[in-house]
């Protein structure tokens, strides 16, 4: 970096400093006291900067002419650091993008009540307050009488009302919003409901310029985001075929540095195009200096955008956010750490809480052993009702020898007691989703690795058995004296005569399995020097030797595979374009799978979680899959 950009930086970023001497403009910038006035004396001259107080008490401000001289030498240079002095490593303000109006509601969305008790923008606002943002600046324009008249009580709040919003991006929003914005700030869209856990994520993240991003939703609606392996920003596009690889979409939720903000108003000044959302400017500034990118997996969220997005967010969104929520324990999951691996407190920091379905799950940083620096670490605390239906003594020898053979990800720590697990984190890593998964690369990857696992020298010790397991689940159902689905012993039926069909005409393996392949268990570490980047394949907790045909049933109904999908990924697996026993085995497993999850679902669901509209789903797709089977018979 010149030597000229890094005093108009230092200058930009105290613009609200009551007093910024040259004296101090040499402290910040380790230059001489002669020549940072030298510098001055230059940027005076070509009207890059203005002294508006006195010689003893100066107060400098950039023109625009000096906010354009920034970005132009910035082109200059490529993927430049900022000083390390307009860096924060506290936040205290934010601002959230609420001005635009959607088909969700008569009413800007920000408005909705996502149940009896919780309005969406208040929540969020809450969210913000309890992690110590002090000043939240909130950009209005669609019905902005009704959100003064909600945030009448919030003295936290200042509203910044605009015109434009119906004929104007969200760059001329937050461009609008800098009178209020005196400070790095967090940048939120106000029609996002998420998982409060995710605030935490970010503020804990140590980069200047970061953009929260999670793996593919499926919403048809996503922006999305390439990175590399270092986690840095490439592209953001909301049209998939410009993408080179799609590694993640965006949330919404973003940490912006005051400095960077400044660049983008200074990019944003010779803009020709009203439309232009901050997103996509962001995208092109990162490619002058770095902007991170932060993958969050298993937290809950949602963008509301159409009515059926609404719907969405109250009936099944917001309920696993509360269900989490509840099982965000901080302080134990610190202490757990400290205990299984036997470390000093202080040698645990950044614990964070990072969802989950059947587990609790949370990410930190560890020092363990001498002369080690900080890493990162995933560790795994046991859900409500996990005892009832998962044996863990088999889980850490099989999930040994994956590790050994590079299916599975290092571990640090796993008691098969308890259940207590702790893993390296994969740098750079994404985890799948049922959108990402769909994605060919990804699944042919997928269906290569799973081969290697089931033909495989792993020697597991027990069978994973759908009968012994169904029959696990149905007495722990009958422990809780829970009332089964309609029709539940008329699907019994069917599943003894598609067993026997299978037993007797398609015939059944025993190989290595996994026996639990959801798309977020799919783990890809991006890298930058292979020819094909790292899959890993987590969770073993289900692993025992069964019919591979178990696993890719599996795999095609928790991605929701087409059948185009489903038989190009069958294809990678055995090598054969129409391999006909496989498929019919597959399609009864298919129709097992869904019998046996549903029963899982009523146990859960009676230890306290809800997973009752999930399980009624898959109940009703099992019935229906039945009949297909039935008809070969």
Not at 369 to 386: A, D, L
Request: glycine letters at 4%.
């Amino acid at each position: 970096m010149n030597d000229t950009l890094k005093i108009l930086l230092l200058i930009q970023s105290a613009q609200n400093a009551q007093s910024f001497s040259q004296r101090r403009l040499a402290e910040v910038s380790e230059f001489s006291l002669t020549k940072v006035q030298s510098i001055l004396s230059k940027l005076e001259s070509l009207d890059n900067v203005k002294n508006l107080g006195s010689r003893q008490k100066p107060q400098y401000r950039l023109t625009s002419a000096g906010k354009q001289s920034i970005l132009d030498s910035l082109s200059k240079h490529t993927r430049i650091q900022l000083p390390m002095s307009l860096r924060k490593s506290t936040f205290t303000t934010a601002v959230i993008l609420a001005a635009g109006h959607s088909t969700a509601s008569d009413q800007p969305v920000a408005l909705s009540k996502i149940d009896e008790n919780t309005i969406l923008l208040l929540r969020n606002i809450q969210k913000l307050v309890d992690r110590g943002i002090k000043h939240i600046v909130i950009v209005c324009g669609y019905q902005s009488e009704l959100i003064e008249t909600a945030l009448q009580d919030t003295p936290e709040v200042t509203l910044v009302k605009v015109k434009d919003y119906e004929h104007a991006g969200t760059m001329s929003s937050l461009s609008q919003a800098g009178t209020q914005i005196n400070d790095s700030f967090l940048l939120l869209e106000g029609d996002l409901l998420f998982d409060d856990a995710m605030l935490d994520v970010l503020l804990q993240d140590t980069t200047e310029n970061t953009i929260l991003v999670s793996p593919l939703s499926g919403s048809h609606d996503e922006a999305f985001v390439d990175f590399n392996s270092q986690n840095q920003l490439i592209q953001i596009s909301k049209d998939i075929r410009q993408m080179n690889r799609l590694s993640a979409e965006m949330i919404g939720i973003s940490k912006v540095s005051f400095a960077f903000y400044q660049l983008m108003l200074s990019a944003y000044m010779r803009n020709e195009n009203p439309w232009l959302n901050y997103e996509y400017l962001i995208a092109q500034l990162s490619n002058i200096t770095p902007v991170n990118c932060l993958v969050t997996d298993d937290l809950h969220w949602i963008d509301i955008d159409t009515p059926k997005d609404l719907v969405k967010a109250i009936q099944d969104v917001f309920p696993l956010i509360k269900a989490n929520e509840s099982d965000n324990k901080i302080d134990q999951a610190k202490q757990t750490i400290v205990n299984a691996l036997n470390i000093p407190s202080q040698n645990v920091k950044n614990v964070v809480y990072a969802g989950g379905m059947t587990n609790t799950n949370y990410s930190a940083e560890i020092i363990q052993g001498e002369n080690k620096g900080w890493r990162e670490c995933f560790v795994r605390i046991p859900g409500k009702g996990t005892s009832k239906l998962i044996n863990r003594m088999t889980e850490k020898p099989n999930a040994e020898q994956a590790s050994k053979l590079g299916f599975n990800v290092p571990t640090l720590f796993m008691d098969p007691t308890s259940g207590i697990k702790i893993t390296e984190t994969i740098p750079g890593a994404v985890t799948f989703s049922a959108r990402s998964m769909r994605i060919p690369s990804n699944y042919h990857q997928v269906a290569r690795l799973l081969y290697q696992v089931h033909h495989s020298k792993m020697n597991f010790s027990n069978n994973f058995s759908f009968e012994s397991e169904w029959s696990h689940y149905e007495s722990a159902a009958n422990d809780l004296s829970i009332n089964y689905y309609d029709y539940y012993s008329d699907v019994k039926e069917e599943v003894r005569k598609a067993n026997q069909y299978l037993k007797n005409t398609l015939g059944v393996k025993s190989l290595p399995c996994h026996n639990d392949l959801v798309p977020e268990n799919f783990i890809k570490g991006i890298s930058s020097n292979r020819s094909e980047d790292s899959l890993y394949l987590i969770d073993w907790e289900y692993s025992g030797n069964n019919d591979p045909a178990w696993d890719l049933a599996a795999l095609i109904n928790e991605s929701e595979l087409s059948r185009a999908e489903e038989d190009d990924f069958l294809a990678h697996y055995s090598n054969a374009s129409d391999n006909l026993l496989l498929k019919r085995k597959v399609l009864v497993y298919k129709a097992f799978q869904d019998v046996l999850w549903s029963t899982w679902s009523l146990v859960k669901t009676a230890s306290g979680v809800d997973f009752s509209e999930y399980g009624k789903k898959r109940f009703e797709r099992a019935r229906k899959e039945l009949t297909q089977v039935l008809a070969y018979v």
